[in-house]
């Protein structure tokens, strides 16, 4: 069994995506953004196989997308970007 592990409750978070106009079809790129502290978490969702966590929002200025997806790191920046402004 493994340890259990305690999360820290976040002082704010949001959830922000990017989708087609059809509904209910899955976002193009989510972000999921957590503060704690002076700590702020970030991860990406929809523009890797699994969810990728971002170290800063700079991070992104380095991205290497995978081909045919150059336009999702546009979109995740306006949504980094948007999410940081909703946990200020």
Same mark, same amino acid.
């Given at each position: 069994m493994l340890p259990r592990?305690?999360?820290p409750q976040p002082e704010a978070s949001t959830y922000l995506k990017a989708m087609d106009r059809q509904? %209910?079809?899955f976002p193009l790129v989510g972000v999921a953004a957590a503060r704690t502290g002076v700590e702020t978490r970030l991860v990406l969702s929809g523009v890797a196989p699994? $969810? %990728?966590v971002l170290e800063s929002p700079e991070a992104l200025d380095s991205a290497t997308p995978l $081909?045919?997806?150059a336009y999702k790191v546009q979109i995740?920046?306006?949504l980094v970007r948007r999410a940081g402004?909703?946990?200020a």
């Open positions: 592990r305690d999360v509904r %209910w079809s699994i $969810p %990728w $081909p045919g997806t995740a920046r306006a402004e909703a946990l």
